[in-house]
């Protein structure tokens, strides 16, 4: 499916906005039902994983379904050299897009619940190992993207793509937030999804770092070509890659 950047980028935001209210709402809607924290991060995590499979199957044909700048800073950078990955063109009306379809929302899921529109974040997430968190939750996600693409198996972003994000919700101390946009956007929501507004630089910082870690990882594993890779069967030698390029 071949469209326009206005419309692409459109896809972006409005993606990355269902994204967070998904995200900040069903926090919302755990904390007023439970107390059990447990309970609250399971019920978010679910609520994340079915919404994000939902979205990235509907408009992954329209944009991509990034939803998020780390995903299109490594797309645009891996593919950059032979012109597979997003042009700067795109990742400039991309990044903003989907900033503000994170702020917008987390303003949506608070209307949802009758709070404030905006409700500034109060709940602190400054330290070394939440950071570290954010690293490894960031370049994981990165990795997977890339690796779908190298292996041709993109058509499972939906279901994977979303499953790794709830595993990270349950083994990372940070909860994976994975996404400098919707680490933007919770700032908005003062509930147990927000974030503090100082907290927000060292988060993205991790993320931008575990981006990278992603990118090298996924050429170490997978090379730096963006062909196909052919993944061989149990008990014969491995078949060279195929000169067919992975749509981007």
Not at 69 to 80: D, N
């Amino acid at each position: 499916m071949e469209a326009s950047l206005r419309r692409r980028a459109l896809a972006e935001l409005v993606g990355t906005a269902a994204l967070v209210a998904v995200v900040v709402g069903s926090g919302i809607q755990a904390a007023e039902l439970t107390q059990d924290s447990a309970v609250r991060l399971l019920a978010n995590a679910l609520a994340t994983v079915l919404g994000l499979g939902v979205l990235i199957a509907l408009l992954g044909p329209v944009s991509g379904a990034h939803f998020n700048p780390a995903v299109t800073l490594a797309l645009w950078w891996t593919g950059r050299r032979d012109g597979t990955g997003p042009t700067p063109r795109d990742v400039a009306a991309y990044l903003p897009a989907q900033t503000a379809g994170a702020v917008g929302g987390a303003v949506l899921a608070n209307a949802l619940f009758a709070g404030p529109l905006v409700s500034l974040s109060t709940r602190d997430r400054s330290a070394d190992h939440l950071w570290l968190a954010e690293t490894v939750a960031t370049g994981g996600l990165v990795l997977l993207v890339l690796g779908l693409g190298r292996t041709g198996q993109r058509h499972l972003a939906p279901v994977l793509v979303a499953s790794y994000i709830g595993a990270a919700y349950w083994f990372t101390s940070s909860t994976s937030f994975a996404n400098p946009a919707v680490t933007v956007g919770r700032v908005f929501s003062d509930t147990f999804a927000g974030i503090a507004p100082a907290s927000v630089p060292p988060f993205v910082a991790a993320q931008l770092l575990g981006t990278g870690a992603g990118v090298a990882l996924a050429a170490a594993l997978f090379g730096r070509t963006r062909g196909v890779v052919q993944v061989p069967e149990a008990g014969t030698a491995p078949a060279p890659a195929p000169s067919q390029e992975v749509p981007t």
